[in-house]
């Protein structure tokens, strides 16, 4: 088990949940107001709070993350709110999900280590049909000054792991930008998310 691995084992090991039971207020605003229907993809899902919402209304749900804590808490979350969710754990290519096709995709606070980030998102894609929707919420590269204020807002240390308009286009080109933008919150989820934060907002749907 690697360093980053063991990081959110002890982080969501807790009784807690670290980012909340509710889901992302961007997502959950996604979701009640296209009425998504279908399966959908969460990748680095944590302790299911968005997955569990998306299964209350309806969806599909496949998600995945590197921490066994994590699934193990979405499982009990799941279970408590009587839905289903498939949850796999471990190295996204390793994983079963990468021959799947999903009606859409949504990376919420989905911060993958650099050498890696591009390679995840292009697969990402991939895996969603034509028509189909990508949402994403994630700290912005403007949100670092922010967190080096206020450590309690969270998000990576490193530069290399945030969003800006300029990736997003780079890393989804063939997706049709619905919405795209920078903006200021307020965060409150949980014990890790808390303050005033800058994100890249971002719906898409695929071409083709």
């Known amino acids: ?114 050498n890696i980030a591009s390679k995840y998102h292009r697969k990402i894609a991939e895996l969603i049909k034509p028509g189909g929707l990508l949402i994403i919420e994630g700290f912005s590269v403007g949100h670092l000054a922010l967190r080096k204020a206020n450590p309690k807002v969270g998000g990576p240390g490193n530069v290399d792991m945030l969003y800006s308009e300029d990736s997003i286009r780079r890393d989804f080109p063939g997706f049709e930008v619905m919405q795209l933008e920078e903006v200021n919150v307020d965060l409150k989820e949980g014990n890790f998310h808390n303050g005033a934060s800058k994100v890249i907002r971002f719906i898409g749907k695929k071409i083709g």
């Open 1 to 114: 088990m690697n360093k980053e691995n063991t990081m959110w084992d002890d982080r969501y090991a807790s009784e807690d949940y670290a980012y909340g039971t509710t889901p992302n207020i961007f997502f959950k605003t996604i979701i009640d107001q296209e009425r998504l229907t279908g399966s959908l993809l969460l990748p680095a899902e944590g302790e299911g709070r968005n997955a569990v919402y998306a299964a209350k209304n309806g969806l599909q749900v496949s998600a995945f993350d590197i921490s066994n804590e994590g699934k193990n808490k979405a499982l009990k979350l799941a279970e408590r709110e009587k839905v289903g969710i498939h949850y796999e754990v471990g190295e996204f290519f390793d994983l079963s999900l990468v021959n799947g096709n999903f009606d859409a995709a949504a990376l919420i606070f989905a911060h993958f280590p650099p």
